[in-house]
């Protein structure tokens, strides 16, 4: 069975770092495309990052271009978003799913990890 477990989120201070790691079991990962989502208090859950799993091709959403990078390690069947210069509007709950594709539509979770609270603040 698909299993997908976040770990590495914490309480931060804006401008830290932080690097979330999201581990799978019961399935080889390399054969799928994995996004990122996040869901802060009383807004929906959003999509953050999404990778390819055919040709390891990457997206982010506008608000973390530039700070967030999202990578995979085959070998560890871990996909990792590495968090740099955090905002308080990055505190949400940050997840981690399979998805068809990352491309329109396909982009959205088919199994979910059980999510990791990151929280931004001074």
């Known amino acids: 069975q698909v299993q997908l477990v976040e770990s590495g989120g914490g309480l931060v201070h804006p401008g830290g770092p932080l690097r979330l790691s999201c581990a799978a079991s019961?399935?080889?990962?390399?054969?799928?495309?994995i996004g990122w989502f996040r869901q802060a208090p009383g807004k929906e859950r959003e999509g953050v990052s999404c990778?390819?799993?055919?040709?390891?091709?990457?997206n982010y959403a506008d608000s973390v271009k530039g700070r967030f990078t999202i990578s995979r390690d085959n070998a560890k069947n871990t996909v990792y978003l590495q968090m740099n210069s955090l905002k308080p509007e990055d505190t949400a709950v940050y997840y981690c799913?399979?998805?068809?594709?990352?491309?329109?539509?396909?982009?959205?979770?088919?199994?979910w990890g059980q999510g990791t609270q990151v929280t931004v603040s001074s």
């Open positions: 799913a399979t998805v068809p594709g990352c491309d329109g539509s396909y982009y959205w979770g088919v199994n």
């Open positions: 019961g399935f080889t990962l390399d054969y799928y495309a």
């Open positions: 990778i390819s799993n055919s040709d390891g091709s990457t």
